[in-house]
T-cell receptor, first 110, second 114 residues
């Protein structure tokens, strides 16, 4: 079993739709959680950090459930420019070991 | 401008010819890391460094070496490259490991080993 698992998709949604991604992690020592976005073959860029209390940034909402060991990302009112691969990222306590999920591809269509 | 700079951006070389990919950051970050990205596998951590002269293996360190002699630089060395090291490589840095300290990535280096 992979340490960080994501549904690879692709998710094909129309503009304006709401879409949700989930990510599960297996190591309970996980400390920090992030969502990054990656455009085709470019460098990953931070979308948002994920906090235990949940956090929102405009159209994006991230949630963390430590008991069930998953994090989620909700995108509301999807835009064409949201088309990308979304990467779930987990870092571990006491070091800098970082595990990326394989990513979920999103296509937003007009 | 705050950035992570990798060189070269592209390299085609042959099996066994030693190569070094440089990485430099100008943000005074403590933590630096190297990843490789392959189709269907996502990014996998090769090595990371928590400070000068402190490095540790990630998930796929075989065939790679790193050094951290200065805070700003973290070169990736392939002593004897092989075709299975053909990949897209990213260097990243961060101030720390907390949720408020995300990693910043370089533009990537595309390596082809023939």
């Amino acid at each position: 079993r992979k340490e960080v698992e994501q549904d690879p998709g692709p998710f094909n949604v129309p503009e304006g739709a709401t879409v949700a991604f989930n990510c599960t992690y297996s190591n309970s020592a996980s400390q920090s959680f992030f969502w990054y976005r990656q455009d085709c073959r470019k460098e990953p860029k931070l979308l948002m950090s994920v906090y235990s209390s949940g956090n929102e940034d405009g159209r994006f909402t991230a949630q963390l459930n430590r008991a069930s060991q998953y994090i989620s990302l909700l995108i509301r009112d999807s835009k064409l420019s949201d088309s990308a691969t979304y990467l779930c990222v987990v870092s571990y306590t006491g070091g800098f070991k970082t595990i990326f999920g394989a990513g979920t591809r999103l296509f937003v269509k007009a | 401008e705050a950035q992570v700079t990798q060189n070269p951006r592209y390299l085609i070389t042959v099996t066994g010819k030693k190569l070094t990919v440089t990485c430099s950051q100008n943000m005074n970050h403590e933590y630096m890391s190297w990843y490789r990205q392959d189709p269907g596998l996502g990014l996998r951590q090769i090595y990371y460094s928590m400070n000068v002269e402190v490095t540790d293996k990630g998930d796929v360190p075989e065939g790679y070496k790193v050094s951290r002699k200065e805070k700003r630089n973290f070169p990736l060395i392939l002593e004897s490259p092989s075709p299975n090291q053909t990949s897209l490589y990213f260097c990243a840095s961060s101030l720390g490991t907390g949720s408020d300290q995300p990693q910043h990535f370089g533009d990537g280096t595309r390596l082809s080993i023939l």
